[in-house]
């Protein structure tokens, strides 16, 4: 008896359980219902502004008034966000116009915004990038009111600060800000940066020019920054890296970036500098060597396999895979490299071995997909 009372008690509490996630499942559909038709309320006037854009006519002054007092409040410029993500689906280029149209709304509500809570700074901002607002005009004054933004502690708030500016496209202004950055020492990742650079939106030759002029006024760490936006952009200036890369008493890290440069760009210059890299570890830091070992993958020629073949007996694990790997990525075979598998050298066989096997399955799944 006892028994199937706790039967019938786990039962009841199985079947509450199930009437409570009904029930709360329900009460979410509703609330987002409720949510989605609230934040959407604009929608509606915001079309009426939409279609005297399309008559040719400009926005109602009164719209223009009352849109200057929405912005004045968070919850309602939420609003204003739902509605127009769902109109630029529907009619991108009417939104557009319009978004310029209410260019004096951001202006005028941006003093107000950037001078509160964190969290309200950042998702103007964010407003501001996602609507493409500051490349409409009133340059000075939105280049003045990032550059607010990037003194901020927060690192939101400076990564839209800096897409605005990517996406003005001046290549001075972008200098201006990093080098604002590398003074205040403000952590600001280096993938962020050459990320966001490589969607700078001007002239990036000009860009590449106000690089170079200010080069030298630049920590460490933002020169390593830069050279790797201007190796992902394929940005050709192999000389004045090479420059960079020789100057005495360079810094390591530096040194590295202008190395892997060189992997995407050949230049003759450099060829004997890697291969002594390379050939001559004494009294170095390893990493030289290993990424000499991936960056010679661009210089092919018997003086670069042999250097590797002897880089493949190093006593550090990554050189001598760096080296395996740019030995099979030179199409070699077993037969050429028949010295090393017939050697002594059991960790350079296997190192080899394994990047052999590798291409080799790669092969057949091309043959058999």
């Known amino acids: 008896m006892k028994i199937e009372v706790l039967m019938y008690f786990y039962m009841g509490v199985c079947a509450a359980m199930i009437l409570f996630n009904c029930a709360v499942l329900l009460v979410n559909v509703l609330r987002k219902k409720r949510i989605n038709r609230r934040d959407r309320r604009l929608e509606p006037e915001i079309k009426v502004q ?73 998702y103007f901002a964010w407003l501001i990038r996602k609507c493409e607002v500051a490349e409409q005009g009133t340059r000075d004054f939105w280049i003045k009111e ?50 966001g650079l490589l969607k700078f939106k001007g002239n990036k030759e ?23 936006y201007m190796r992902l952009a394929s940005m050709d200036c192999c000389e004045q890296i090479f420059e960079v890369m020789m100057r005495p008493r360079q810094d390591d890290e530096v040194y590295f970036a202008c190395m892997r440069y060189f992997g995407k760009f050949y230049y003759e210059p450099v060829y004997p500098v890697l291969l002594n890299a390379l050939s001559d570890r004494a009294g170095q830091r390893w990493e030289k ?26 006593s550090n694990w990554y050189i001598r895979n ?3 790997e740019t030995l099979e990525s030179f199409g070699l075979t ?15 066989r296997e190192i080899l071995q394994y990047w052999m096997d590798c291409r080799s399955i790669k092969e057949v799944e091309v043959e058999n997909p």
């Open 146 to 195: 990032m550059r607010k933004l990037l003194q901020m502690p927060n690192v939101y708030c400076r990564e839209n600060a800096l897409h605005i500016m990517y996406r003005m496209g001046n290549g001075k202004d972008i200098m201006d800000a990093l080098l604002l950055l590398d003074e205040r020492q403000a952590f600001h990742h280096s993938k962020l940066i050459h990320d």
């Open 50 to 122: 939409l279609e005297r854009l399309e008559r040719g006519e400009e926005p109602e002054e009164e719209h223009l008034a009352q849109m200057n007092k929405i912005f004045g409040k968070l919850e309602h410029l939420r609003s204003f966000e739902e509605s127009m993500d769902t109109l630029r689906e529907e009619k991108p280029e009417l939104c557009r116009q319009y978004l310029k149209a209410l260019c004096p709304c951001f202006i005028k509500a941006a003093p107000d915004y950037f001078s509160k809570d964190i969290m309200e700074v950042t």
């Open 289 to 314: 060597a290993a990424i000499a070992a991936t960056v010679l993958r661009n210089y092919r020629s018997e003086r670069t396999v042999d250097v590797l073949e002897q880089a493949l007996h190093s």
């Open 334 to 348: 077993y037969a050429d490299m028949a010295e090393v598998f017939e050697g002594n050298d059991r960790y350079a």
């Open 322 to 324: 760096n080296a395996a």
């Open 206 to 228: 000009e860009l590449l020019k106000e690089i170079w002029l200010v080069f030298h006024q630049f920590s460490a760490n933002m020169q390593v920054t830069l050279i790797s």
